[in-house]
């Protein structure tokens, strides 16, 4: 039982490391395009409409049959019948382990890839591992019914969420949208747990303990849901004047008072020829980022990185910080190639000598920050 549990697990293990290994590195630059963002999404949707009961996702019948028809006796009959297992019940359990095969990609990691799925098909293997050893106490087991259906429900939900995840991940929906859709989900999830079931005096404790987790799950749904609505200005008022007798146009004129401090950023496609040659010849630090307008992760390094005072205050004072679209300007891409960058953003660093200090991908706000004063001490 167990050969056959760990069959179960590793045919899903290997599918996952393969797909991380041929297109784990292309995941970043692919979920930054809103097309295969849109593609995710509907294969989503589908799912979820799969776990509704609209139709059933299956392998093909000859397909099915041909493997069924290779099991073995033994050791490694029992391993093959597992991983066949694997395959062929992959349609059936498609909606969840497209999202964790998703996730597991977004990371990039073979070692999280194949841990994470080897996981997954040990568990989904798990149950019968449990029967094996326990075969006597089979007729405890819970039996088919309500419960199943609600499962796939609850499952059907969570295949939405992981839509909502990835528009919102793209910015191709805003956050208020996504925590309306979220708390929306989360409602209709406490309905399914079982929030609002009557409970008697024979009420069991697990049912109890569901009616409070489904109590619990509608509470967030609701407050997911207002909080959408709040943010997007539907209700309440939005930003209240912090002072009722000063006018709009006076804080208007107190605001344009206030310098905005923001990276001063070049476009000169002369730099990518010689980007060195260009830096020692100006006695500067040169920092070459690498972006486009599709790129999410360049559009969120934007926001949170390039707007950090520290980060805006040493770029504007040591560095010329060139902004290269690898879709736009001349040799970006060429240049980017040649430094080995992998998906966007991609960043060169050269100091005042000339020299390439280093290259760096997506950072947050201490580790850009960090690297930017590395680049400044390799003058000394």
Not at 3 to 17: C, D, E, K, L, R
Not at 24 to 46: D, E, R, Y
Not at 59 to 81: E, H, I, R, Y
């Amino acid at each position: 039982a167990s050969i056959y549990t760990f069959g179960i697990a590793m045919s899903f293990t290997v599918i996952a490391v393969v797909a991380t290994y041929f297109f784990g590195k292309q995941a970043g630059s692919l979920l930054s395009n809103p097309w295969f963002v849109h593609g995710l999404t509907i294969f989503f949707v589908v799912l979820a409409l799969s776990m509704f009961g609209l139709f059933e996702i299956r392998l093909p019948a000859a397909f099915t049959d041909k493997l069924q028809g290779s099991q073995k006796g033994g050791l490694l009959g029992a391993f093959m019948m597992g991983a066949v297992l694997g395959l062929v019940a992959a349609p059936c359990v498609a909606g969840p382990y497209a999202t964790i095969l998703a996730f597991s990609m977004k990371g990039g990691s073979l070692w999280i890839a194949g841990l994470a799925n080897f996981a997954y098909g040990f568990g989904l293997g798990f149950p019968f591992l449990i029967m094996a050893i326990f075969s006597s106490s089979l007729t405890a087991l819970p039996r088919a019914g309500e419960w199943m259906v609600r499962v796939k429900f609850i499952m059907g939900l969570v295949m939405i969420g992981c839509a909502i995840y990835f528009e919102n991940l793209a910015e191709l929906i805003s956050w208020q949208w996504a925590g309306l859709g979220y708390g929306i989900l989360l409602i209709l999830a406490s309905l399914f747990v079982g929030a609002f079931d009557p409970l008697s005096k024979d009420s069991s404790p697990l049912s109890r303990l569901f009616k409070g987790l489904g109590i619990v799950i509608f509470l967030l749904g609701i407050s997911f849901f207002l909080g959408g609505l709040y943010s997007s200005g539907w209700i309440l008022e939005k930003n209240p004047l912090p002072n009722p007798q000063v006018s709009k146009s006076q804080l208007s004129s107190i605001s344009n008072q206030v310098p905005v401090r923001e990276v001063q950023w070049v476009k000169d496609s002369k730099i990518l020829k010689n980007p060195g040659l260009y830096a020692k010849e100006r006695q500067k630090n040169l920092m070459i980022f690498f972006s486009a307008t599709w790129c999410i992760y360049c559009k969120q390094m934007k926001k949170k990185v390039f707007t950090h005072p520290q980060i805006v205050e040493l770029l504007n004072r040591e560095f010329i910080s060139m902004y290269a679209d690898v879709d736009h300007t001349k040799g970006a891409m060429a240049l980017k190639k040649k430094l080995a960058l992998g998906a966007l953003p991609g960043f060169a660093f050269y100091n005042k000598e000339g020299n390439l200090v280093g290259t760096m991908g997506k950072a947050g706000v201490k580790e850009f920050l960090a690297f930017l004063k590395k680049v400044v001490k390799s003058n000394q």
